[in-house]
C-alpha cells in the first residue's frame, strides 16, 4: 500500500485583492499544494506607505500565515516584493518568493542580453526602482513607467472599453516616446495588470510590432513550482531553479483528484474581499476569514 505525500501548504501575501491573480497562477502551476491568502486590506494600498511600515506589516503577515503551518510563502504584492523582501529575507522562518525577480527572469528568458524592457507598474514600485535594479542584474536596460489610472480601472471592473483603452493607449505612448531604444519586452510589474493583458496587447500591436508581454504572476507561480517540484504539473516536476535555491518537497509527487484546500484571511472589509475575488481568481470564494495582525 503506497502511502500519499503530505500537500504542501503554500503561504500567499498581498496588500489586498491584486494577489489573488497570482493564486490563479499558483493553482494552475502547483495542483498538488493547498494554499492559504492573506489580504492585508486594513493597510491598503501600501505605495503610499513608508518603507519601514510595508515591512512591518509584511514581517507580521509572514509570522501569521507560517504560525498557520505555511512551509514557504509568496510575497505575491510588487511593493512589498521591492521594499521589504529584501531585508526579510535572511532571517525568515521558511523560504520567500517574491514577484520582481521571477518577473525579470522571465523578461531576460525571451529577449537578448542588453535589450530594453518596458516595465508597467505602479507609482510605488516604480520609485522602488526594483525592477530596473533587478532588469540590470540580468544585463538588461528598464524603461519604468508608472500607471496610477490602472488599479482603480481594475477594480470597478474596467478592463475593456473605450476610456480603458484611451488610458493604456496614453500611458503605453509615453512609455514608448522615453525609451531610448525600442523595448523587446513588457513586464506587467502590478498583479492587478493581468486582467488589462488582452486590451494591453490590443493596444501595443497599433502602436508596435506586438512585443511579447510577461506576467510577473504567471513567473512567480513557475518559479515558486521549481521549488516544490512533487506538487508542481509534471513539466515543472525536476527543474532546477535558476537561482539555486533548494527544492522543498523532493519526496514523492503529492497530485490527486483532489481540489486544493484554500483557506482566505483579511484584515479588513472580508465582504468586500469576496465580492471582489471572483474578478481576479476566476472562481468564487465561500469564506473570508477576519483577522488582526499583531507587530
Given amino acids: 500500500m503506497t502511502t500519499q505525500a503530505k500537500r504542501p501548504l503554500i503561504g500567499v501575501f498581498d496588500s489586498g485583492f491584486g494577489g489573488l491573480t497570482v493564486l490563479r497562477e499558483l493553482l494552475h502551476h502547483l495542483p498538488g499544494a493547498d494554499f492559504l491568502y492573506l489580504g492585508d486590506t486594513a493597510h491598503l494600498p501600501y505605495g503610499s506607505k513608508s518603507q519601514a511600515a510595508i515591512t512591518r506589516y509584511t514581517r507580521a503577515a509572514i509570522r501569521e500565515l507560517v504560525s498557520r503551518g505555511a512551509e514557504l510563502v509568496v510575497i505575491a504584492c510588487n511593493t512589498a516584493s521591492a521594499l521589504a523582501l529584501p531585508s526579510l529575507q535572511d532571517n525568515a522562518p521558511v523560504p520567500l518568493v517574491g514577484v520582481v525577480g521571477p518577473g525579470a527572469d522571465a523578461a531576460a528568458a525571451i ?16 520609485n522602488s526602482h526594483a525592477y530596473a535594479e533587478a532588469c540590470a542584474a540580468r544585463g538588461l536596460q528598464a524603461v519604468e513607467k508608472p500607471c496610477p489610472l490602472f488599479v482603480p480601472l481594475v477594480e470597478e471592473g ?4 473605450p476610456i480603458t483603452e484611451q488610458i493604456a493607449d496614453v500611458y503605453l505612448k509615453e512609455a514608448l516616446a522615453a525609451a531610448l531604444h ?18 494591453l496587447q490590443r493596444e501595443i500591436a497599433k502602436l508596435d510590432d506586438n512585443i511579447p508581454i510577461v506576467d510577473s504572476a504567471e513567473a512567480t507561480a513557475r518559479h515558486t513550482a521549481t521549488l516544490l517540484p512533487s506538487a508542481a504539473v509534471p513539466e515543472s516536476s525536476g527543474a532546477t531553479p535558476a537561482t539555486g535555491e533548494p527544492t522543498l ?14 483557506h482566505f484571511l483579511a484584515t479588513d472589509a472580508a465582504a468586500k474581499f469576496q465580492r471582489f475575488a471572483p474578478r481576479f ?15
Avoid: F, K
Fill in 111 to 126: 529577449v537578448p542580453p542588453g535589450s530594453t524592457v518596458l516595465v508597467l507598474a505602479t507609482e510605488g514600485t516604480c
Fill in 281 to 295: 481568481l476566476g472562481r468564487e470564494i465561500p469564506t473570508v476569514e477576519l483577522i488582526t495582525l499583531e507587530d
Fill in 182 to 199: 525600442p523595448p523587446l519586452a513588457i513586464v506587467l510589474g502590478c498583479t492587478h495588470y493581468p486582467l488589462l493583458r488582452p486590451l
Fill in 249 to 262: 518537497v523532493p519526496t514523492a509527487a503529492v497530485h490527486s483528484d483532489a481540489e486544493p484546500h484554500l
Fill in 158 to 161: 474596467w478592463t475593456d472599453g
